[in-house]
C-alpha cells in the first residue's frame, strides 16, 4: 500500500468509503435506551461484513466513541445485545442517534484511522491520551553548506535527519549542550550565519568551530558533521576512539592547542555516556512501555532509546480507563501514542497484548518498514522493562498522592467560596498592556488534574479604550460567554467554568458582573483576587465576593498557596503573550497594511526605495518601475496611500 493510500493521509475519508449517517434516528437529546438501539439496527440493515471504522454520536452529532473493527457488522451488533453491555457502554448506547462508517481495506489500515479520529475528536467514550505537547527532536539541516543544529517541534517541513523523539525539552537540551562541546556545530539561524564577519561568543567558549568567519573549512566541517551523525546513530565507541587518536597526535606533533580542544571534546564525550539514567548498550533503538493500575488510575512509563542513549522518559495518565481493561487502555493508548511519534523499530512491553500482531502490522505499514512489539523473557532487554515498571509504579504513587492533595484543595475552594461541589473547571483571567499598547485579556483553565495548557486563551482587544482595565475585562468577558452561550447554549460540553477567579479587585469584580448581566449570564461563580495594603506580600490577598464582601486567609494556608498559584499561572501566561505580540509590533512594517501585498513583493518594494516612507511618497510611476511590481500591484499600493486625493 503506498503512502497515499493510507487512511491517515489527507482525503482519506473520501477513499475509504466514508458514510455520513443516514440512518440517524431522530429523538430527544436525554439518554434513551430504546431510541439508541433503535439507531443502531438502523445502521445494522446495511452494514457490511469488512474492516472499518465506526462512529457514534449524539442528538448534536457531537461524536461519542469511536471503534475499529475487522467486521463491522459483527463488532456492531454487540452495542444491541443490551444485558451483555457494562454500564458504561449502555450509557454510551443511551445517547446514541446515528452513526458513521468508513470502511478500510485491513483491520491494520482500521487501527490506524480509529486512532487518528480519537485524537481528532476526542470522544466522551474512548480511551484518550492526555497530552499537550508534542516531543521535540533534534535536527541536523541539511539545506546549507554548513548544516545547522537545533531543536525542533511539529511538522517535518525542513530538509535533513530528525533524532528522536526526546522525552522533554530539558533532555534535547542536555544533548544539545553536549553535542555542541564535542562537535562544535553551529545552531545560529541562517541570516545570524551570513552577516558575521567576527565570530560570535559560543565560538570562544569552545561550542562552535565558526564556520561562518571561515575559522574551519568544508571538508573538515563536514567531518564534524558525519562524526555527530555517527554519535547520533549510537556509534558513540567510534568516535571517542577517533578522538583519542587525534589527540594522541595533536601531541606528539606538538599541537598543544589543538590537543587541548580534542581533551574537551574526549570530556564532554565521556560526560554524555555517564550521564545516561540507564544503560541501553546494545539495544539499538527501542521505545520501551510499561503500565501500572491502581485506584481507578493507570499510569504508563514510556523510555526512549535511541542508538543504545537514553533520550529521556516520560508518564502518562490515560483519561476514560474506569471501567476498561489495562489490554484495552494499553492497547489504545500505543495506537494514539505513534500517531505522531514516528516508531523505534524494537518496542518492548511488560505484558502480552491480544491485538500486539495486529498493531505490529499497523505501525510497520505506516512507518513503511518492519516494527517488532515483544516482551522481553531474558538478558538486558528484562532489565529495562523492569526499569520501566519500576518507574510507573512510581509515578502513580506520586499521582495518586497529588490526587488526594488536589482533591482536599478544591474542596477548600469550594468551601470558601460557597460552591456546591468542588469546581472541575476553573478559567483565571488578566490583562496585559503598557501604557495601554498591545492590549490583550489572557484566560488559563485548571482543573482536578492541574492546568490544562491545551485551552488556554488570548484576547487581542478591539473595541475597549486600551488604557482602561475595566473596560479591558468588560470585552474580554462579553467575548468569551457569548460565544459560549452560541456554541454551548445547555452547558453539557464541560467547557463552562465552575469558577471564575479574576486579577482584580471591586472595579474589576463591577466590570465582570456587568458584562455577564448584559448578555444574560448570572450564575456563574465569580472571585476577585486583589493584593492587599501590603501589595500582595506576605500573602496578603483579598478576596472580593460579588455581593460586595472581602475575605482575607493565614499566610500559611495550603488554599491560598494554592489560589496564588492559579493568578501566577495567568500572569506568566498573559506577559508571554503580551512580549510576544509586541515583538511582532516591532518587526512590523506599515507596508503589511496594503491589501495583496505579500511578503515577497513587500521585500521588492523595500528593496527598491529602501524604506517604508519612501514608498508611501512615491508617485504611480515610480511604483511601477520597482523590480516584481506589476502595473496592477503599483496601482493598489498608489491607491492605499493616496485614496484621499
Keep these: 500500500m503506498s503512502k497515499a493510500d493510507r487512511p491517515d493521509q489527507p482525503n482519506a475519508a473520501s477513499r475509504f468509503n466514508e458514510e455520513k449517517a443516514t440512518y440517524a434516528v431522530r429523538g430527544a437529546d436525554a439518554p434513551d435506551l430504546e431510541t439508541g438501539v433503535a439507531a443502531i439496527r438502523n445502521v445494522l440493515k446495511t452494514l457490511p461484513h469488512k474492516p472499518g471504522v465506526y462512529r457514534m454520536h449524539d442528538a448534536r452529532g457531537d461524536v461519542l466513541y469511536v471503534g475499529k473493527a475487522r467486521a463491522l457488522k459483527n463488532r456492531v451488533t454487540n452495542y444491541v445485545q443490551i444485558d451483555r453491555l457494562p454500564n458504561r457502554l449502555r450509557r454510551m448506547v443511551a445517547l ?22 480519537i485524537k481528532r475528536y476526542r470522544p466522551a467514550y474512548n480511551v484518550l491520551l492526555r497530552d499537550d505537547k508534542s516531543f521535540p527532536f533534534i535536527l541536523l539541516r541539511a539545506d546549507h553548506k554548513f548544516p545547522r543544529i537545533q531543536k525542533h517541534r511539529g ?6 535527519q530528525y533524532y528522536g523523539p526526546f522525552a522533554s525539552a530539558g533532555s534535547v537540551n542536555q544533548t544539545l549542550n553536549a553535542l555542541e562541546k564535542l562537535f562544535l556545530l553551529r545552531s545560529c539561524t541562517d541570516s545570524f550565519f551570513n552577516n558575521r564577519d567576527r565570530p560570535c561568543l559560543l565560538y570562544q567558549i569552545k561550542r562552535c568551530s565558526a564556520p561562518c568567519v571561515g575559522r574551519i573549512d568544508d571538508r573538515a566541517y563536514a567531518d564534524l558533521v558525519a562524526d555527530a551523525k555517527a554519535f547520533l546513530d549510537g556509534k558513540s565507541s567510534g568516535v571517542q576512539t577517533k578522538l583519542a587518536s587525534e589527540m594522541e597526535a595533536a601531541a606528539e606533533a606538538l599541537d598543544f592547542e589543538r590537543a587541548a580542544l580534542l581533551r574537551d571534546r574526549l570530556k564532554a564525550l565521556t560526560f554524555i555516556q555517564g550521564s545516561q539514567a540507564i544503560n541501553a548498550q546494545g539495544v539499538g533503538d527501542a521505545d520501551i512501555f510499561a503500565l501500572a493500575h491502581r485506584n481507578g488510575v493507570m499510569g504508563i512509563q514510556a523510555f526512549f532509546i535511541r542508538g543504545g542513549q537514553n533520550w529521556g522518559h516520560r508518564s502518562f495518565f490515560p483519561s476514560h480507563v474506569s471501567e476498561l481493561g489495562e489490554d ?25 497484548l491480544a491485538e500486539a500482531d495486529l498493531l505490529a502490522q499497523a505501525l510497520s505499514e505506516r512507518a513503511e518498514r518492519k516494527i517488532e512489539i515483544s516482551v522481553p523473557r531474558r538478558g538486558d532487554r528484562v532489565r529495562l522493562v523492569a526499569q ?40 483565571i483571567y488578566d490583562n496585559s498592556h503598557i501604557q495601554g499598547t498591545n492590549a490583550l485579556g489572557a484566560m488559563v483553565v485548571a482543573g482536578p488534574e492541574g492546568f490544562i495548557k491545551g485551552q488556554y486563551r488570548k484576547f487581542n482587544i478591539k473595541q475597549a ?63 476577585a483576587i486583589a493584593k492587599g495594603p501590603n501589595h500582595g506580600r506576605e500573602g496578603r490577598e483579598v478576596f472580593h465576593f460579588p455581593d460586595g464582601r472581602e475575605i482575607t486567609l493565614p499566610v500559611n494556608a495550603p488554599v491560598l498557596f494554592y489560589l496564588q498559584r492559579l493568578r501566577d499561572e495567568v500572569h506568566r501566561f498573559a506577559i508571554g503573550a503580551h512580549r510576544t505580540k509586541r515583538s511582532k509590533a516591532i518587526t512590523a512594517s506599515p507596508l503589511d497594511e496594503v491589501p495583496g501585498i505579500g511578503p515577497s513583493r513587500k521585500k521588492a518594494l523595500l528593496m527598491h526605495f529602501g524604506t517604508a516612507r519612501a514608498v508611501r511618497s512615491a508617485s504611480l510611476e515610480d511604483l511601477k518601475k520597482a523590480p516584481g511590481v506589476s502595473a496592477a500591484v503599483a496601482q493598489t499600493v498608489y491607491d492605499f496611500y493616496h485614496s484621499s486625493g
Design 328 to 352: 484495552e487502555v494499553f492497547t489504545s493508548f500505543l495506537a494514539q501514542f505513534y500517531e505522531d511519534v514516528p516508531p523505534a523499530r524494537l518496542i518492548l512491553l511488560d505484558r502480552e
Design 465 to 527: 479604550a486600551t488604557d482602561d482595565d475595566f473596560a479591558m475585562m468588560r470585552e474580554v468577558f462579553q467575548r468569551r460567554f457569548a460565544r459560549a452561550q452560541e456554541d454551548d447554549p445547555d452547558r453539557d460540553s464541560g467547557q463552562w467554568p465552575d469558577l471564575v477567579l479574576i486579577d482584580g479587585g471591586k472595579g474589576q469584580m463591577s466590570a465582570v458582573k456587568a458584562a455577564l448581566e448584559e448578555i444574560g449570564v448570572e450564575d456563574v461563580p465569580l472571585i
Design 388 to 427: 520501566a515498571t519500576r518507574n510507573a509504579e512510581e509515578a502513580l504513587d506520586r499521582r495518586l498522592a497529588e490526587s488526594t492533595t488536589q482533591g482536599k484543595l478544591l474542596q477548600e475552594v469550594a468551601d470558601l467560596f460557597e460552591l456546591p461541589e468542588p469546581p472541575k473547571r476553573i478559567e
Design 96 to 117: 446514541t442517534r446515528s452513526m458513521t462508517i468508513v470502511t478500510t481495506n485491513s483491520e491494520a489500515e482500521a487501527l490506524l484511522l480509529e486512532a487518528q479520529l
Design 155 to 160: 511538522a517535518r517541513r525542513h530538509k535533513g
